[in-house]
């Protein structure tokens, strides 16, 4: 009876880093065929245990720009001095397929994505508390302490955005944070204004026809 779209949602899950969110976004793509991610470009330089079209795009800084020039990002922002940005060819064939598309994006990123598509599911992460989200920025040994030092002053910036998001997640425990989330998006797909249309079959024509009949006799009952 109700007919709901047949194109995909588009996720965009952000929030501060050392939050967990790409732990987060591996454990949904575990339990679900529907979801894919969406990975995105970065100028950064690569980590050791990271690889390339896996967790981002390696790409140069020269590169990056060059594909700014050709307009093939959706988005794209500079954080800690490096490129980030979504591609356009990583959504659009995607979502047409009925995918959720998850964008695994920074908050400057997140923002210019709701500005341009605002009826995405936007959800904030956050830690439980900053001296937890520090413990996390020390134990990656990815960074020297001035770089810590920043991404953790970024952080406290960053979380007065929470209210520009449709729901904020708090991952201390990892699988409650999941769990949370798919509670997210099974109720957004259940969403009024996610229904195309409302379709009547041939068995509810039958019964609002017999219905009309009934009533036209009690009518004509009630006149006689």
């Given at each position: 009876?109700?007919?709901?779209?047949?194109?995909?949602?588009?996720?965009?899950?952000?929030?501060?880093?050392?939050?967990?969110?790409?732990?987060?976004?591996?454990?949904?793509?575990?339990?679900?065929?529907?979801?894919?991610?969406s990975?995105?470009?970065?100028?950064?330089?690569?980590?050791?245990?990271?690889?390339?079209?896996?967790?981002?795009?390696f790409?140069?800084?020269?590169?990056?720009?060059?594909?700014?020039s050709?307009?093939?990002?959706?988005?794209?922002?500079?954080?800690?001095?490096?490129?980030?940005?979504?591609?356009?060819?990583?959504?659009?064939?995607?979502?047409?397929?009925?995918k959720?598309?998850?964008?695994?994006?920074?908050?400057?990123?997140?923002?210019?994505?709701?500005?341009?598509?605002?009826?995405?599911?936007?959800?904030?992460?956050?830690?439980?508390?900053?001296k937890?989200?520090?413990?996390?920025?020390?134990?990656?040994?990815?960074?020297?302490?001035?770089?810590?030092?920043?991404?953790?002053?970024?952080?406290?910036?960053?979380?007065?955005?929470?209210?520009?998001?449709?729901?904020?997640v708090?991952?201390?425990?990892?699988?409650?944070?999941?769990?949370?989330?798919?509670?997210?998006?099974?109720?957004?797909?259940?969403?009024?204004?996610?229904?195309?249309?409302?379709e009547?079959g041939?068995?509810?024509?039958?019964?609002?026809?017999?219905?009309?009949?009934?009533?036209?006799?009690q009518?004509?009952?009630?006149?006689?």
């Open positions: 009876m109700i007919k709901r779209r047949t194109t995909g949602d588009l996720i965009v899950i952000s929030g501060p880093s050392g939050a967990g969110k790409g732990t987060i976004v591996q454990e949904l793509l575990k339990d679900s065929s529907s979801l894919y991610l990975i995105s470009m970065t100028s950064r330089p690569k980590r050791d245990y990271e690889t390339d079209g896996k967790e981002y795009y790409v140069s800084k020269e590169e990056f720009e060059e594909r700014i050709n307009g093939e990002f959706l988005e794209y922002t500079c954080y800690n001095e490096n490129y980030y940005g979504t591609l356009k060819s990583e959504l659009v064939d995607n979502l047409k397929r009925g959720n598309v998850i964008l695994e994006i920074e908050i400057e990123g997140a923002l210019n994505v709701k500005k341009l598509v605002p009826e995405a599911i936007f959800i904030f992460i956050v830690p439980p508390t900053m937890e989200l520090l413990t996390r920025l020390r134990k990656r040994g990815t960074e020297d302490n001035d770089k810590i030092i920043s991404r953790f002053k970024t952080a406290y910036k960053e979380i007065n955005e929470i209210s520009k998001y449709n729901y904020v708090v991952n201390d425990e990892l699988n409650e944070a999941v769990s949370n989330i798919e509670a997210i998006l099974k109720s957004e797909k259940l969403r009024v204004d996610r229904i195309e249309d409302i009547v041939n068995e509810e024509e039958l019964v609002h026809e017999f219905l009309l009949s009934d009533k036209e006799m009518n004509k009952e009630e006149l006689i």
